[in-house]
């Protein structure tokens, strides 16, 4: 009995996501610091450069987690921007606000972004396509 559930991926994705996570760190802690246009255009472009390369390495669960690998790395660089921003206290505060509560946003962003990127790039790729179940039955006779 043989069944063939797909192949696995090839490549490994964790060089870019983590030079991902690091450029949205110093985003993040600019739109803190010093909130503008630009700086969200530089997130909102280098998340669609990793959407486009998950999306032609066909590596789309990636997406689930480049969020979480996110704030693993911002965090600290979040509380440091809110207690530069609003004082020591007062960023202390709301630094721990915006790294528990306000990071729902922030991931649900940045997945719906990099998610959409990545399954655009990956349909307009295409590629061959070969059964994912190959099911032989025994009791017939190939010969």
Not at 32 to 50: D, E, H, I, K, R
Not at 74 to 80: D, Y
Not at 111 to 140: C, E, Q, T
């Amino acid at each position: 009995m043989v069944i063939r559930f797909g192949d696995r991926a090839k490549g490994n994705v964790s060089a870019p996501l983590v030079l991902w996570a690091l450029a949205m760190t110093v985003v993040l802690f600019m739109e803190v610091v010093a909130p503008s246009a630009a700086v969200t255009t530089w997130g909102f472009a280098v998340t669609a450069v990793l959407g486009i390369y998950l999306g032609w390495q066909r590596r789309l669960a990636a997406v689930m987690l480049a969020p979480f690998l996110s704030w693993l790395f911002a965090w600290f660089p979040m509380e440091v921007a809110c207690m530069i921003h609003f004082g020591i206290l007062k960023g202390f505060l709301v630094g721990l606000l915006t790294i528990t509560f306000g990071w729902i946003g922030i991931g649900l962003v940045e997945f719906v972004w990099l998610g959409m990127v990545a399954m655009l790039v990956r349909a307009v790729r295409g590629g061959p396509r070969s059964p994912d179940v190959v099911i032989i039955d025994p009791d017939r006779n190939l010969g």
